[in-house]
């Protein structure tokens, strides 16, 4: 079966088990994402367990080849230094800009939360990890997509760094922008998840997240936040309120 078939096959399957709604949800048990017993999340729910169920957990999404890369728009904040932006932080903002007219040398990568060891990463601690190279398609929830080629360390191998606790579930980022997002262990360890500091072969463009940003493969394009500054391992899930997707309306398991 081609991919593209496989997804078609995939959607028709979740379309099935979305119509069995009230079925699965009651059958809830291991991890669910949080819905907070509101009607509208009990879609968040559904599409989280049907894909958990459909999917082995370290199913790859497809990489592409060199001449598939295409231009790819930068979207939503492009600057955080740039304070007419929507997602402005009037705090981290300008430290952001200040980081940047240095080339990021002073830039450190903060990993806190559920980990034996805290401790921040500067990028050339994050160079010194094995990297990884991929070519993948970004899907925005707006509607368009494009290839590009991503370098970066895995999430993975920085978490283990770290000494992520037995009890940890989620993975917080933290961006110099107002973005606050997370994703599951799951995803998080997931091979194609990545710390992406290089982007087409080059080092990681401002407006496409610079220094640092997050590549969820297995999610749609909101999920691989731009502009990292923290990453909190938390053992239960954290809302960040209104700065996050579940309150600005996005669904926060969003799986491709
Ligand atoms: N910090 C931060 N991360 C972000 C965003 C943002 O506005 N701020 N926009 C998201 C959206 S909606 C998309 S589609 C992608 C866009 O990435 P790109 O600008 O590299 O195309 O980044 C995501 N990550
Ligand atoms: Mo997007």
């Keep these: 079966m081609n ?13 099935g088990l979305a119509s069995a709604g009230g079925l699965l949800l009651t059958g809830c048990s291991e991890s669910e994402p949080p819905t907070y017993g509101n009607l509208l999340r009990m879609g968040d729910a559904l599409t989280y367990k049907a894909q ?7 199913a790859l999404a497809r990489e592409y080849e060199r001449r598939d890369v295409s231009s790819i728009p930068a979207i939503g904040n492009t600057n955080p230094g740039d304070s007419r932006q929507a997602t402005f932080n009037a705090a981290r903002g300008p430290l952001y800009d200040q980081l940047r007219s240095g080339s990021f040398t002073h830039w450190r990568l903060s990993i806190e939360g559920s980990v034996a060891r805290p401790g921040l990463y500067s990028l050339a601690d994050l160079h010194r990890f094995p990297s ?18 991503w370098t970066g360390v895995q999430l993975r191998r920085v978490l283990e760094a770290a000494g992520m606790l037995p009890a940890a579930r989620y993975v917080n980022f933290h961006a110099f922008d107002d973005t ?17 500091y290089g982007m087409n072969g080059r080092e990681l ?5 610079a220094p640092l940003r997050l590549r969820v493969e297995t999610q749609l394009g909101y999920k691989s936040v731009k502009y990292l500054q923290r990453i909190v391992v938390t053992d239960k ?10 309150q600005t309306g996005w669904a926060w398991y969003v799986g491709i």
Excluded: N
């Design 3 to 15: 991919y593209e078939r496989m997804i078609a096959t995939r959607r028709s399957l979740l379309t």
């Design 52 to 58: 958990r169920l459909l999917l082995p957990a370290q």
């Design 132 to 149: 990884r190279t991929q070519i993948t398609k970004h899907t925005c929830e707006e509607g368009w997509s494009a290839i590009a080629e």
């Design 180 to 196: 606050v997002d997370s994703i599951d262990m799951r995803d998080a360890l997931h091979p194609q998840t990545l710390l992406a």
């Design 205 to 209: 463009p401002v407006a496409h997240g």
């Design 237 to 246: 899930f954290y809302d960040p309120g209104k700065l996050g997707p579940l």
